[in-house]
């Protein structure tokens, strides 16, 4: 649950927006002046700040001063409450900081909106910033599996890129794209535990250790599975050989029952599967490759999916 500091000397006006937003599932800590609420961001930390400008003791302009001076206050949304005439003030909030303002009157849609949007993209940074020390981290993994199977060098990295395409044609949202490619990058990981000598052979894998190649998607999700960053991208890794027509593993699922992430991986791995040389088998031309993909629609592969991948690669 988000959390909001409403700052508003204004006893009715503070009233109905705790009403307001209160009704649409925040936690409010509501303050009567300035110096109230700064003592109230110290303590709550709050996920969002909205203040009156004049106010007395402290006024919003002091308030917003005070909050961005600490470490955890720098990146809080800050929205002002302000009355028409105070437009000549805008600049003045600008230059200490303020996220956005709300002109008095507003209605409740309005006031949703305004903490909405600016949650969101807070989120959004919050996310995006984290990225890239955790793909670090992601990307150092993924050179451990393809470190033991000398065979699949550049996999990964291609399977990463097929999927983002992909992912951007069917117009995923920002944050599904970023699990995305943690889960292409991670999606082999279970195959730390086969044998070398399984992944390095050259000729047809026997029972044995088509049973021991065939654990790795469980594997995989379970090494995943304790690392709270990492948890969305199990999906990728556990179901990137379920196949449509329920013929695939580790749990044979069919159709739309497999989970949107391993239809897509399912495409895009064998593609790259079918357009490298591999022990077992020399690279096809990639128009071969489409073809083979486009034969197998709705039998492996996800047929709406598929549409969009092949006029995704074509163009």
């Known amino acids: 649950m988000n959390s909001i500091l409403l700052a508003e000397d204004d006893a009715l006006l503070l009233e109905v927006m705790c009403n307001i937003l209160e009704a649409e599932g925040f936690e409010i800590h509501p303050a009567k002046n300035g110096k109230q609420a700064l003592e109230l961001f110290l303590n709550a930390r709050p996920d969002m700040i909205i203040s009156d400008i004049m106010m007395p003791e402290m006024d919003g302009y002091e308030l917003l001063k005070s909050v961005r001076k600490q470490p955890n206050g720098v990146t809080v949304p800050f929205l002002f409450l302000s ?173 739309d029952k497999i989970p949107r992430e391993g239809r897509l991986l399912a495409i895009v791995d064998a593609f790259d599967a079918m357009t490298t040389n591999r022990p077992y088998h020399v690279s096809m031309m990639t128009k071969d490759a489409i073809e083979e993909i486009s034969q197998n629609r709705g039998i492996y592969f996800d047929p709406d999916m598929v549409d969009v991948f092949i006029r995704a690669y074509k163009t």
């Open 83 to 255: 009355a028409r005439t105070e437009r000549e003030d805008v600049s003045r909030a600008r230059s200490l900081g303020v996220d956005d303002y709300l002109f008095k009157p507003f209605d409740a849609p309005e006031l949703i909106n305004a903490v909405r949007s600016r949650l969101d993209r807070r989120h959004l940074v919050e996310m995006f910033d984290t990225r890239s020390a955790h793909l670090q981290t992601v990307i150092m993994l993924a050179n451990v599996i393809e470190a033991r199977d000398p065979y699949t060098a550049g996999h990964l990295e291609r399977v990463r890129r097929l999927a983002l395409n992909l992912a951007f044609a069917l117009d995923w949202e920002n944050e599904q794209i970023v699990f995305l490619e943690f889960g292409a990058i991670l999606h082999d990981i279970g195959k730390i535990i086969i044998p070398s000598r399984v992944l390095k052979k050259t000729g047809p894998l026997d029972e044995a250790e088509w049973k021991l190649m065939r654990q790795h998607p469980e594997e995989g999700a379970k090494m995943l599975e304790g690392v709270d960053h990492l948890k969305a991208a199990i999906p990728y890794v556990l179901y990137h050989h379920e196949l449509w027509n329920g013929s695939g593993y580790p749990m044979g699922l069919s159709g």
